[in-house]
């Protein structure tokens, strides 16, 4: 990656990084997903992520007006990589029930892994999908995978009738409910305190099956 220097405004040089022009919004975005991971997302700016990444701020602008959508394309980015954590885990599925069973595993595994981003991608920051496509494009891959293994659960047997979007519903409100639990430390109650969170997700992720099994 090729470096420049430039003058600073006491005259002094400092070195700014040349991209070519797609490179330089991935590499924003590179940043920005470390520095949420690092801090959280509400700290995050367009001019600080910029100085991390070692351009301007006039050059980060022109990728991303606002902070706004920046965050959005950290957001993507973290459902992107969530997909891909769910796909890989499925890959050992040796039927509808073992495919379910992985999917939550894997889902609550990456969530607490990715925490910060993770509370970024179900943020109100993040909330507003219309005005981001890729954003929505890619939390309604992620989410069609729970659909598509509620749907196999269906036609195997496994689990009941109805609109397999219901069912996964189910599921999924059980497995993020508790992954936000875990990650804002809401469990820390008499009974569960102390217990691994391993465990913990199993109960939970039993249960949501339970609720959509065929009885």
């Known amino acids: 990656m090729p470096r420049k220097p430039i003058k600073n405004s006491k005259g002094g040089r400092k070195t ?10 991935r590499a924003l975005v590179d940043q920005g997903t470390k520095l949420v991971q690092e801090q959280g997302h509400p700290s995050i700016t367009v001019r600080e992520v910029a100085r991390r990444t070692g351009v301007t701020h006039t050059a980060a602008h022109y990728h991303f007006r606002t902070r706004e959508a920046l965050l959005a394309a950290i957001a993507t980015r973290g459902f ?3 997909t891909a ?3 890989s885990a499925m890959r050992a599925a ?3 029930r073992s495919r379910l069973a992985l999917l939550g595993e894997a889902y609550v595994r990456h969530a ?14 993040t909330a507003t999908r219309d005005a981001h496509p890729e954003l929505r494009v890619a939390s309604d891959r992620m989410f069609a995978l729970l659909v598509d ?3 196999d659960g269906q036609e195997t047997g496994l689990v009941r009738g109805g609109p397999p ?3 996964a519903l189910v599921a999924w409100s059980a497995a993020h409910g508790f992954a936000s639990l875990s990650l804002e430390r809401r469990l820390m109650l008499p009974g ?3 217990r691994e969170n391993d465990e913990l997700a199993a109960i939970v992720l039993r249960g949501a099956f339970e609720g959509i099994a065929i009885a």
Not at 112 to 125: C, H, N, P, T, V
């Open 94 to 96: 040796t039927g509808a």
């Open 16 to 25: 700014v990084h040349a991209y070519h022009h797609g490179d330089l919004r």
């Open 165 to 167: 979007v219901d069912a």
């Open 149 to 151: 293994a509620i749907r």
């Open 112 to 125: 607490l892994r990715r925490g910060r981003l993770y509370q970024l991608m179900f943020s109100a920051e």
């Open 80 to 82: 992107e990589e969530m």
């Open 192 to 194: 569960l305190q102390g």
């Open 85 to 87: 954590s769910l796909e």
